[in-house]
């Protein structure tokens, strides 16, 4: 038995199916006003299966399906519309597309005097197997001084005072990266064989020569029957291969961590004006300091010192860069003025 309301929307949705082939969908707007009339929350399909409770029961089952095919038509017709349109709108800014236009200049970066010098002196300490350690800059007194043979009523530590952390009792800014000695002696057994580059703090006034932050390598061997000679020996290669220095100078020193201590010279000469500046006409120019490990230092690291020696060696990095790369105020180094760093991008 047929109904008269089935039949006519039966027809109704079948013929509204048929025609929508037709539409013109062109533009971006007909798009949407296509998706609005179909398949919004308004549009047509939505209102034929609302339409489902008028039609008798022995028809529903066919008006869902020609209602759903409809829906399925219009989705398919709309999202087969939107890829043409996008296709077309790819071509369009193609033909847009001058590649004989100049390109847009990359901004380039630069490395740092700073890191550039770190880097080649971390390099020549590789070749002769040296391993890069690391040790934090927020560091506790424990491993910066008291482990370094330097306990807190020592009259060394006026030589390096440094900035404490208020909430924080016992903790510091670390003044030297012989933190890092203590916290690889603590931690591994010998042979131990690192250098440890970073940053370091020194309660200091700011001047063209001094700063209250600056970089330090630091050098560490330890191992049975390490000596004195295999130090000497160890330096005068740096200094070889970083200066091109002929010869080197150890004068006696002290540092609380190291017995014998010395300070390494480089021989620069007298030839030039600038050496003589330099080495304050003596010839000879002051890099680092170094020594045969304290045994102190290795027993308060856990360290059998019956059995095993060693030696150390410090150096700052900002002096070095600033001869190397011949300028003028320790302060350009951490003013973040791209220029100064642009000048030095191509150095080495
Ligand atoms: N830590 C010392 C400083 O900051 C430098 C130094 C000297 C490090 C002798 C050493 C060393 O390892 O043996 O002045």
Redesign the pocket.
Known sequence: MSHPVGNDLLAEVKRVTEALGAEDISTEEALEQFRVRYLGSKGLVKTYMEQMRHIPAEQKREYGQVVNALKQAAEERYQSAKAELEVKAEQASTAALDLTAPGEPLPLGARHPVAITLERIIAIFERIGFAVADGPEIEHDWYNFTAMNTPEDHPARDM?DTFYVVDAPGMLLR????NV?ARVMTTRKPPIRIIAPGR?YRNETISARSHAQFH?V???YVDEGVSFADMKQTLLYFAQEMFGAPKIRLRPSF?P??EP?AEMDIWLGTDTEENRRLTKGTGWLEI????M?DPQVLENCGIDSSRYSG??????IERQALRLFNIPDIRLLFENDVRLLRQFASAF
Not at 175 to 178: G, L, N, P, R, V
Not at 288 to 291: A, D, E, N, Q
Not at 311 to 316: D, K, L, Q, T, V
């Open positions: 390096q003044t030297h990266t012989s000695q370091v330090q630091e050098g560490l540092f961590f190291t201590s680092l300091g170094c020594g490990v030696f150390a060696f410090g150096m700052g």
